[in-house]
C-alpha cells in the first residue's frame, strides 16, 4: 500500500492564482481531511468527509474547496491564492469505523504565496 | 477556544533519561486521546493512545497516562534516545473525521 500520497511536494504561487493539491489513499478508508500546519502551532483542520459526496467544513474552511467524487480522493481548491494561505498542508485519512479511529497523514504539500 | 493545550513549546532531555510530555484539555466529553509523532518534512503518525477507561497504557518505552479529574495526559518516554527527536501532538478522539491536535512539543534528546 503507498498509504496516503500528496502531490505536489512544494509549491510557489502569486498571489490570486489558484491551484489544487492533490490527495489519494489506497487503504479503503471512508475518512479524509486536510489541515494546515503554521509554525509553532498544531495543525488546523480545514475540511473533511465522512464519504464520497459528503464534505464538511472544519475550524479555517475560507479561502479553501473540496469535493469527494471517489473514496480514493479527496483535493483541495484554493481558489486565489494570498499570502495567509502560505503554509505546510498536511491530507488524512482513516477507516471512520468505531471510536478508537486513527488517522494516517500524507507527507505534506509547502506551500508558499507571494 | 483551545480545547487542547500544550503547554511546553520545547523539551531538551539527554539520551537515557526520562521526557515527560504534557497535555491539557478542557472538553470533559473527551475520552479518547492519541499521540502523534511527527519529524520534519513528514506526515505525523500514530504512536500511542488511551481511553478514558484506563489511567495508564504502555507500549515498549512510552507510557501515557491519564487524569480525568484533572483533564491531564502526560506522555512518559523512558529511556529517551535521539531518534526520538521530534514534534509530540496529543488529539483527542477524531470525531467524524475532525481533530483538535494541541500545537505540539519540540522534544530534543541530546546523545
Known amino acids: 500500500n503507498a498509504g496516503v500520497t500528496q502531490t505536489p511536494k512544494f509549491q510557489v504561487l502569486k498571489t490570486g492564482q489558484s491551484m489544487t493539491l492533490q490527495c489519494a489513499q489506497d487503504m479503503n478508508h471512508e475518512y479524509m481531511s486536510w489541515y494546515r500546519q503554521d509554525p509553532g502551532m498544531g495543525l488546523r483542520l480545514i475540511h473533511y468527509s465522512v464519504g464520497a459526496g459528503i464534505t464538511d467544513q472544519g475550524e479555517v474552511p475560507n479561502g479553501y474547496n473540496v469535493s469527494r467524487s471517489t473514496t480514493e480522493d479527496f483535493p483541495l481548491r484554493l481558489l486565489s491564492a494570498a499570502p495567509s494561505q502560505t503554509s505546510v498542508y498536511f491530507c488524512a485519512s482513516s477507516y471512520g469505523q468505531g471510536r478508537t479511529d486513527t488517522q494516517y497523514f500524507g507527507p505534506g504539500t509547502r506551500l508558499t504565496v507571494l | 477556544d483551545q480545547q487542547v493545550k500544550q503547554n511546553s513549546p520545547s523539551l531538551s532531555v539527554q539520551e537515557g533519561r526520562i521526557s515527560i510530555l504534557n497535555c491539557d484539555y478542557t472538553n470533559s466529553m473527551f475520552d479518547y486521546f492519541l499521540w502523534y509523532k511527527k519529524y520534519p518534512a513528514e506526515g505525523p503518525t500514530f504512536l500511542i493512545s488511551?481511553?478514558?477507561?484506563?489511567d495508564k497504557n504502555e507500549d515498549g518505552r512510552f507510557t501515557v497516562f491519564l487524569n480525568k479529574s484533572a483533564k491531564h495526559l502526560s506522555l512518559h518516554i523512558v529511556p529517551s534516545q535521539p531518534g526520538d527527536s521530534a514534534v509530540y501532538f496529543c488529539a483527542p478522539y477524531p470525531n467524524a473525521g475532525k481533530s483538535t491536535f494541541g500545537d505540539g512539543t519540540t522534544l530534543t534528546v541530546k546523545p
Open positions: 488511551i481511553s478514558s477507561i484506563k
